[in-house]
C-alpha cells in the first residue's frame, strides 16, 4: 500500500505546527495549509514563528502540503468511522464498501486517483474493505494497487458505502442501488461527490458529504 498516512492538520499556524510536530513522533501526519508561501518555508526546515526549531522540524516525519486532496482520504475515513461509531457499530469489525477507484467518473484511467487514500485509511482503523469500479480494469488496478475489485454480486453487505467515483450507474442507481449494497438496507454513506439527492435519502441512512 503506497500511502498510510494516519493524520492530517489543517492551518500550519502557531497552534497547528507546534501539534503536527508533536503527532509527527506518534505517526506519519500531513500538514495542511492554505498559504503556499507557508507551505514552502516550512518546507524548507524553517518556521518563522518560531515555535519549532530547525531540527526538530527536520527530525519531524511530516508532509506539508497546500493541495486539499492529499488530506482528503484521512478526512473521509475520520467522517465515516465516526458515523460508524455513532451507528453503534464496531469499527474493527466493519465492512464497508467503496464504490469507484478511477480519477475521474466513466473512465477506466486509475491513475492520479485519490481514492486509494481513502481505502488506506480506513484500513488503517483495522475496517475490511471492498471495492468496486464499473470502468476499471481489473488487471490495472492488480498492478497498481494490489487491490481485487468485487463485481457487485461478489460484494458483502456493507455497514458503509463510500460513493467515491460518480461514474453513471452508480448515480442512475441512486438510493435503490446504495441500500442494497448495506446490510438490512439501513448504515453510512460518504457522497465524496455530492451526487445522491438528499430530498430522497432513505430514514435510516446516516449521510455524510464534503
Ligand atoms: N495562538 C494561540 O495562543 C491560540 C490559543 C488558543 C486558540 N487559538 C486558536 O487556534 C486557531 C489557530 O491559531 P494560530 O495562532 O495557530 O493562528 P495562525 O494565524 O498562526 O495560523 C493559522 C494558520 O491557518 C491557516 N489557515 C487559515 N484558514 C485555513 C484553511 N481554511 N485551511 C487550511 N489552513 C488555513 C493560515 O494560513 C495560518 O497559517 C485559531 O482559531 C485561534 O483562535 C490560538
Redo the contacts with the bound molecule.
Sequence with gaps: MKHERKISV???????LPVTVAFAHLDKVIG????NA?IAELESGVDK?NEVTPENLKKANIVFTSDPNDAIGTHIASKVVKALIKKGVRVDQAMVTVLGLTFKEDVPDIRNSRVIDIISELREYGIQVQVHDSFAETKDVEKEYRITPQNLSELQPAHAVVLAVSHEDYVSGGWGFISGLLLEKEGVVYDVKGVLDRSSKPENIYLERL
Design positions: 489543517i492551518g500550519m499556524g502557531y497552534v497547528g495542511f495549509d492554505i498559504n507557508r514563528t
